[in-house]
C-alpha cells in the first residue's frame, strides 16, 4: 500500500503538468489568434472567448484553402492556354513564313491581310500607298497585335469600276514591300 506522502506528490506532479499543458494550450491559442487578420474576424467585440478565436481561425484557414484551390484550377487553366498558344503559334508559323501576304479580291472591293512579327515591321502607310497607286480607295483599315504577331487588315474599293484592279500585280508590289 502506498503512503499518504507518495500519492499527494503524485497528485501534485499531476496538477503541476495540467497546469503547464493549459498555459501552453492558451498559449498556443494566442499565438493563433494573432496570425489571423483582424479583417476576417466577423464581431467586432474586443474580447472573444477562446472557442470564438478557435471558430475564426477555422473559418479563416477553409477560406485560404478554397482561395488556394481557385488559385490552383486558375493556374492549371492558364497552362493550357499557354500550351494551346504554343501549338497555334507553331502551326501558324509552319504553315506560311512571316511577313505574310494575302490579297482577297471580289468583285470591285479588294481585302489585305498582312501578318508580320514584332522583329520584322514595315510601314503601314506604304502600303496604303501601293493600294492607292494601283487605283484603290482604302475603305477600312486596322491592326492586331496577338502574341508576337501583328495582324494588318484593309478594305479597299476600286476608284473606277471600269478599270478594275489588277490583282496579281497588287499582291506583287506588296510583296516586295514587305520583303
Known amino acids: 500500500m502506498k503512503s499518504k506522502s507518495a500519492d499527494g506528490a503524485s497528485r501534485m506532479e499531476r496538477k503541476t503538468l495540467e497546469k503547464n499543458r493549459r498555459v501552453l494550450m492558451k498559449s498556443l491559442c494566442m499565438k493563433l489568434a494573432s496570425v489571423i487578420p483582424k479583417e476576417h474576424y466577423a464581431s467586432s467585440k474586443d474580447m472573444l472567448s477562446q472557442q470564438d478565436q478557435l471558430d475564426q481561425a477555422t473559418s479563416y484557414i477553409k477560406t485560404l484553402r478554397s482561395r488556394i484551390e481557385k488559385m490552383k ?3 492549371s487553366r492558364n497552362i493550357i492556354i ?12 509552319s504553315e506560311f513564313s512571316l511577313p505574310f501576304v494575302e490579297v482577297r479580291h471580289q468583285d470591285s472591293n479588294l481585302e489585305v491581310v498582312l501578318i508580320s512579327g514584332q522583329e520584322k515591321r514595315f510601314v503601314f502607310h506604304e ?19 496577338v502574341g508576337e504577331k501583328i495582324f494588318y487588315t484593309l478594305h479597299s474599293q476600286a476608284v473606277s469600276s471600269r478599270l478594275g484592279l489588277d490583282v496579281s500585280i497588287v499582291t506583287e508590289r506588296l ?5
Open 73 to 75: 484550377e486558375r493556374r
Open 175 to 179: 510583296k516586295q514591300l514587305i520583303r
Open 127 to 145: 502600303v496604303i500607298s501601293v493600294l492607292e497607286e494601283e487605283g484603290a480607295q482604302v475603305i477600312n483599315a486596322n491592326f492586331s497585335v
Open 82 to 93: 499557354q500550351d494551346t498558344e504554343k501549338e497555334i503559334d507553331s502551326a501558324t508559323t
